[in-house]
DNA sequence: TATTGTTATACTCTATAACTATA
DNA sequence: TATAGTTATAGAGTATAACAATA
């Protein structure tokens, strides 16, 4: 079998493998700059699974969202959105347009500009992937508690608004 | 489905004022998974700044914390602890070895291993990546309030360990 | 045969800077 | 001069597969 190492690592908490040295992670393992990640890391992984049932890529979920409820947005726009340079965004929608998700059309009072927005098949596709994630957030609900969801949710968005 | 336009639009000619149209996130606005994908990216750039006034990267912290806090641990078990392949780790080491943080040790028992330890150097770095952390911390438990950080690093693990 | 760590290779995501074509 | 989008290029970070040395 050639799949190599095991995923997870084993954060000392469980009783696992007689075998298996339970590793410290010092102060690591209080601190939420390395929580949140580890947290991250997981639903992104759990979310790419789902996608990838669908044959996309989780990476291109946040794009399509965006364009199908900004319709006629412009790169420049989409690029400061979501926070990436522009020429980060350029590969992305051409990969999207090229799958036929996506079309472009030339602004007329501004020829420099294009106006994006979804095809039929992109609609299509968004809605296979909000369906994925609407089940994956079910999950995350179901480990957050239906209680705290709003809180927590509410200390994230803080957090990405506040943050030095 | 547009939200807004609550602003006037931006067709046509405006003379170069940049008129700022809200985005909207559908959905996105309220999902976990995004919102903790927002968190993490804002408090890692931070860090990240804070690392690099050390003259580190932020991803050799965890390496260095790791190999710290386990004296003599090997590879493999460092990147099972890490979650990573042992293939990405050997870039990794190999980068503290290079720039004295960090030996190597063959083990006795069994020749094909490494033991790793921190070197003076590296114990030195450590401290002072881990003074930058703390002072991240604090900054994070600022937005996040004393009341409710306990809780919010306990979901942040329940979902780091419980996603499927 | 299985495991430890390395190598070769590739893919994703990101950024900066220079470029083009407009404005 | 300034802006919209592209291209060229680079760098992190990650993975899979094949490999040599050793178990």
Same mark, same amino acid.
């Given at each position: 079998m050639r799949k190599s190492d095991s995923k997870k690592a084993d954060r000392g908490g469980g009783s696992g493998e007689a075998t298996m040295k339970p590793i410290d992670f010092g102060p690591l393992a209080t601190w939420v700059g390395f929580n949140l990640r580890m947290a991250q890391e997981a639903s992104f992984q759990a979310f790419s699974h789902h996608s990838a049932a669908i044959g996309e890529n989780p990476g291109r979920f946040a794009t399509l969202m965006l364009i199908a409820r900004n319709p006629g947005i412009r790169q420049t726009e989409l690029s400061a959105a979501? #926070?990436? @340079?522009?020429?980060?965004? $350029?590969?992305?929608? !051409? +990969?999207?347009?090229?799958?036929?998700?996506? !079309?472009?059309?030339?602004? +007329?009072? @501004?020829?420099?500009?294009?106006? =994006?927005?979804? $095809?039929? *098949? #992109?609609?299509?596709?968004? *809605?296979?992937? $909000?369906? *994925?994630?609407?089940?994956? !957030?079910?999950? =995350? @609900?179901?480990?957050?508690?239906?209680? +705290?969801?709003?809180?927590?949710? @509410? $200390? =994230?968005?803080r957090l990405a608004a506040e943050i030095e």
């Open positions: 979501s #926070g990436r @340079d522009k020429s980060s965004l $350029t590969p992305v929608v !051409e +990969d999207l347009v090229r799958r036929g998700l996506v !079309e472009r059309k030339r602004v +007329d009072s @501004d020829r420099r500009a294009y106006r =994006l927005n979804l $095809t039929a *098949a #992109g609609r299509k596709t968004l *809605a296979l992937m $909000t369906r *994925a994630a609407r089940k994956h !957030e079910r999950n =995350l @609900d179901r480990i957050i508690g239906p209680r +705290d969801k709003k809180r927590f949710v @509410d $200390t =994230l968005k």
